[in-house]
């Protein structure tokens, strides 16, 4: 299973155009989009583009989605919404963690985080692939190269579960990968030298990583 991952696509279309030509290039089975597709307004014509590509998009919000993108959601069958659900598709399984609460040089996943990442808590275990917007505090979260803009909270959850890998975005300027314990944390988001990462999984397990 090869897996392209990005993040902060922000509802540019030569971000959208670079990922239909990586996704040819990597050979990809699905396509996971972990947050700011869209930017604040208009999210259905990104969406009715990634609708069209010929592979599954699964997808969460980011801070810069609207609410109202879980619901249009229902009108493009090709875009998979995975927030706070169990997804497996072939040998894999994605949990979803959808939102992020932009507080300068430290983020909050929603309101109610406590409350969300305890539920999600019950759904994740150390195979699963854990999809969240905003990277853990202290992991491929830094802004401009001095605050930690991440979640304490899910880096808790991390911490208790162990996830085989965690996909992220939200901080654009630090893309890359790192390790929480087992768990790779792998920052997709789009920037100027770099358009995801690919992941390939073999059994269920993460075989290989890259950046792209």
């Given at each position: 299973m090869r897996v392209y991952a990005v993040a902060d696509i922000h509802g540019k279309n030569k971000r959208f155009e670079r990922i239909r030509d990586n996704l040819s290039d990597l050979k990809?089975?699905?396509?996971?989009?972990?947050?700011?597709?869209?930017?604040?307004?208009?999210?259905?014509?990104?969406?009715?583009?990634?609708?069209?590509?010929?592979?599954?998009?699964?997808?969460?919000?980011g801070n810069s989605d609207l609410?109202?993108?879980?619901?249009?959601?229902?009108a493009f069958p090709n875009c998979i919404p995975i927030h706070a659900v169990c997804t497996k598709i072939q040998s894999i399984s994605l949990v979803g963690i959808g939102g992020t609460l932009t507080i300068p040089f430290h983020s909050r996943i929603c309101f109610k985080e406590k409350m969300l990442l305890q539920k999600i808590g019950s759904l994740v275990n150390t195979?699963?692939?854990?999809?969240?917007?905003?990277?853990?505090?202290?992991?491929?979260?830094?802004?401009?190269?001095?605050?930690?803009?991440?979640?304490?909270?899910?880096?808790?959850?991390?911490?208790?579960?162990?996830?085989q890998v965690v996909i992220c975005g939200h901080i654009h300027e630090d893309g890359g990968v790192s390790a929480v314990g087992k768990t790779r944390v792998v920052n997709c988001a789009f920037n100027r030298s770099g358009s995801g990462a690919l992941l390939v999984f073999e059994n269920g397990n993460l075989a290989t990583l890259e950046m792209i």
């Open positions: 990809a089975d699905i396509l996971v989009l972990a947050g700011d597709i869209s930017n604040f307004t208009k999210p259905e014509k990104i969406l009715s583009r990634f609708n069209e590509l010929p592979l599954p998009v699964l997808v969460i919000r609410k109202r993108v879980d619901h249009l959601l229902t195979q699963t692939v854990l999809v969240t917007h905003t990277p853990p505090y202290g992991y491929q979260d830094l802004v401009m190269g001095r605050f930690h803009a991440g979640s304490r909270g899910l880096l808790k959850l991390i911490k208790t579960c162990q996830p």
